[in-house]
């Protein structure tokens, strides 16, 4: 099989589908030709389908991807508050005894 640009670039979009990354063109709501009426009823829209994805992921891969593109939890950043809040409150007391 020789390898050209085009076959490389649908061997590429074929494992990217087979991955669950990308949709397979043409989508479900798409007219398949030109003058063609979508589909009326969309059963599961994006949100959904990630939503479910995500909730099959084991939670290590899913906080690995929320890492990726800055996301933590809100339990996470209430503690960095108390704990940083906790802190200046030591460093003023500790100041306010000349420790500092």
Do not use: C, W, Y
């Amino acid at each position: 099989m020789k390898l050209t640009h085009q076959t490389i670039k649908d061997i590429i979009l074929q494992v990217l589908e087979d991955m669950d990354l990308i949709l397979p063109l043409p989508l479900k709501a798409e007219p398949t030709s030109p003058g063609e009426e979508p589909p009326e009823v969309i059963q599961e829209s994006v949100e959904e389908k990630i939503m479910s994805v995500l909730l099959k992921m084991k939670p290590e891969r899913r906080a690995s991807i929320f890492n990726r593109f800055g996301f933590v939890k809100q339990a996470d950043v209430t503690a960095k508050i108390q704990s940083n809040i906790l802190k200046n409150i030591s460093n003023i007391n500790r100041a306010q005894k000349g420790d500092l």
